[in-house]
């Protein structure tokens, strides 16, 4: 995720990342601009770890015990 090790990922990144989810999920996932303003909370241009994380988790929210328990099967 983060190519350049700068330390965080930046709106190129995510938008890598976005794209590469996408693709293997076939779910569109937003507009990558606008997904990672929303996620960079302090607006420093960079997502830390914390940033990233909880803005994927509120992206994408856990599968379903079901759909969980199907896709192990």
Known sequence: MDADSSG???QAELGSMLSAIS???GTNLGDSKQLFTQ???NA???LSSDELD???KDLMP????????QSRG
């Open 23 to 25: 693709e293997k999920t």
């Open 54 to 56: 909880k803005g994927m």
């Open 62 to 69: 856990p599968p379903s015990t079901m759909d969980f328990a």
């Open 8 to 10: 965080g990922v930046d």
């Open 39 to 41: 996620m960079d909370s």
């Open 44 to 46: 420093d241009g960079s």
